[in-house]
């Protein structure tokens, strides 16, 4: 029993610690959060964008290979 006490004991300590560390962090604004979603969805496109051609180049390739 007296391991479950400091088991519980450990746990209490940790969440409060996390809570005493995540008052601490400078938390974007809604502005700043939406240029930044906004940046990273445009990222994500070119990437695909990018990704898709080199595919279809491979694939017209590889056709042209086996032909």
Do not use: A, D
């Given at each position: 029993m007296n391991k479950l006490?400091?088991?519980?004991?450990?746990?209490?300590?940790?969440?409060?610690?996390?809570?005493?560390?995540?008052?601490?962090?400078s938390w974007p604004t809604r502005k700043e959060l939406f240029g930044q979603s906004v940046v990273v969805i445009i990222s994500v496109i070119i990437l695909a964008a990018f990704v898709g051609l080199c595919d279809l180049a491979n694939w017209g390739l590889l056709k042209f290979i086996i032909r």
């Open positions: 006490n400091e088991l519980v004991g450990k746990i209490k300590t940790f969440i409060e610690e996390v809570k005493v560390e995540l008052m601490k962090c």
